[in-house]
């Protein structure tokens, strides 16, 4: 008994200094600092679709925080969007559009593929759509930080990712190539990009957040293939799959 009040007590002293260090760093960055990226691709090009991480060392969270679910469709052979940002714990919903099954399977992207811990992965296999019906749709929970690839063993050509983030700043590239960040702790930060195509990781980038806005360029070593655009309202299978 006298061992656990010992506990107790240590705890509480450890939480009211934990809170007493997020009150500091607070009050020390209480502006709003704004950011953008731009993400060129190894020929200059403006690369949509890359995911900006922003990892702060000041105390905040976005007013926006990222989606604990979303939907993915599939639909004209294709995952769309083809790339997603969820926090960690999300439900993810896989809904088919397309009139024939996919048999969609999820797993660990990139180096992580080879670590033997997929605690993310997952297959669910969803009949085609019937017209006038809404689609078949199944759910699935991605728990851990890091980019879930995305496939079909039906289709080799579908190809998709979600990315889970652990830090709660992370922007999708527009068409563009732009990621904006409007409310950023100020102080210093790194900037991390993920894209589909850059297989080995790019050096994050380290800078400094004030009240001035900043913005960061940052260059793949790759140049990606564009996505040819879906055609929605198509019912019939594509020939060449
Ligand atoms: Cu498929």
Redesign the pocket.
Known sequence: MRSKNHFTSLFTIKNIAAQAVFALATSTFSYAASLSVNVIDKDGKPTPDAVVMVVTSGVSSPKTLLPAAATIS?AS?QFIPAVTIVRPGAKVTFV?N?P?????RGSAAGAAQFSGNDENGFVLRLGGKTAGVAGKSSTVSLDSAGVVLLG????GS?VGHVVVSDTPWAVKTDANGVATFADLPGGAATVKVWHAAQFVDLKPVQTALSATPSQVKMQLSVTPRRRFAPAPTSTEKPSFY
């Open positions: 599939q052979m088919n397309d024939w099954d996919h048999h969609v079909c063993h039906l289709h579908m």
